[in-house]
């Protein structure tokens, strides 16, 4: 979602007058709601991978008195389809994925050697089938309020100030063990940072409670721990609160990017080329080796040492560069 902001806002800069509707799943609508160019959110009423023909059917037709001109599809499954074809809208943008003549007629073929990013391939499918590629991207860009930032601030009952900074570590990845970067390195961070007198917040959701109990237990206990505790929108809002972020190439990593914070992102199993934090002030820590990126959640030789071989030392280096 936060890399399809870069088509929302490709459209808007090519037709400042067009309207922007999403249709998403409702947990996404948070994020929707801090990106200005989306007019409005329709929450998907089926979840991921639930065929529901006559669902979206329904869907489909509910969507008819709308008048939409044309619709962009961002996934590569036939189902995904099925929704707009329903609605009657005229023009119907996607690439051909799940070989979907008939329900697109704006069909694209995919090339990646061409477009080699993910964001590429989003806002490719905002300008014409002859625009030049590969297009360039505008960077994410996620609105926060100072209203929404001190709601969150009484809410866990905070103590921020200029003089104290903050350091975000996002230990999660929900693909798999292969993405995530070992707690003990992320403890050694925290210790290290809290020593020189920083804040360390930990962030991610209830399945990676485990990881952040550790780090903190680690860490003396001298982290404040929101896995779990925080909605997606809360966690956004307090991640633009900090000052440096360290992640995993997670989708937390993404939030942070388009906060534009500064960012320390840990690749292992993935391809830092392929999904990067849109980010200028973003550094990556990848080694690069042989075997990877191989994708798997599992590191199929068993050692993971694409991660592992990323040391505490090199992630607070760059830390103490950024600063």
Known sequence: MVMAQSLFITLKNNDPNCQIDVLAPAWTLSLLERMPEVTKAIVMPLARGRFGLLERIKLGKSLRSEGYQQTILLPNSWKSAIPTFFAN??????????????LLNDARKLDKKLLTM?????????????????????????????????????KFDLSCSTAIKILALCPGAEYGAAKRWPAEYFAEVARQKTAQGW?????GSDKD????????????????DFTGRTTLAEAVDLLSLADTVVSNDSGLMHVAAALDKKLIALYGS???????????????????????????????????QCLTGIKPEQALELIANQL
């Open 89 to 102: 809208i005229p023009l119907r943008t996607g690439y051909l994925g799940e070989c979907r003549w008939g």
């Open 118 to 154: 993910t964001v590429q391939r989003f806002v490719a499918l905002g300008l014409p089938k002859d625009a030049a590629r590969p297009p360039v991207c505008p960077k994410p860009a996620i609105s926060i309020s100072p209203e929404r930032q001190q709601a969150v601030i009484d």
């Open 199 to 203: 804040q360390v917040w930990l962030f």
């Open 209 to 224: 409670k485990a990881d952040a109990q550790q780090i903190n237990t680690k860490a003396s206990g001298q982290c404040i």
């Open 270 to 304: 993935s391809d830092p080329g392929f999904t990067p934090p849109l980010n200028d002030k973003a550094q990556i820590l990848s080694l690069n080796l042989d075997c990877a990126p191989c994708f798997k959640r599992e590191c199929p030789l068993g050692h993971t």
